[in-house]
């Protein structure tokens, strides 16, 4: 097997490694830091988002402008839609505060389109 990149992010709990196929970009989050990183692979680019709280887990929306760029998120108070680039969030929050203990939460879309998340231990 050959290595074909490395990325030297320091990420202090990185998670969630997700490739969002229509981009060619490959997204993930860093918990404790509260960082959302997406590479894009064609362009060898890394691009870090400042986000407002511990992110812990999150799925792609389907959306034919939304170019990879709409999330729903897994955070620290809740589930919400999260823009990165705009650097907005809205929708849910405080499902009973599910993600009181955010490193230990879960989540990913399942086939049908859902977004599950939920404590893994």
Not at 14 to 40: C, K, N, S
Not at 80 to 103: I, K
Request: proline fraction near 3%.
């Amino acid at each position: 097997m050959q290595l074909i990149t490395t990325l030297r992010v320091a990420n202090i709990l990185g998670e969630g490694v997700l490739w969002h196929h229509p981009t060619g970009m490959l997204w993930w989050t860093d918990i404790q830091a509260r960082q959302l990183f997406r590479y894009d692979w064609a362009h060898k680019t890394l691009q870090r988002y400042a986000v407002p709280e511990r992110l812990a887990s999150f799925g792609f929306v389907d959306d034919c402008n939304n170019a990879g760029n709409k999330l729903i998120a897994a955070f620290e108070s809740g589930i919400a839609l999260y823009h990165p680039d705009a650097q907005t969030s809205n929708g849910w929050r405080d499902p009973n505060r599910v993600l009181h203990m955010c490193a230990s939460m879960t989540g990913a879309v399942d086939r049908q389109g859902r977004f599950w998340a939920g404590h893994d231990g």
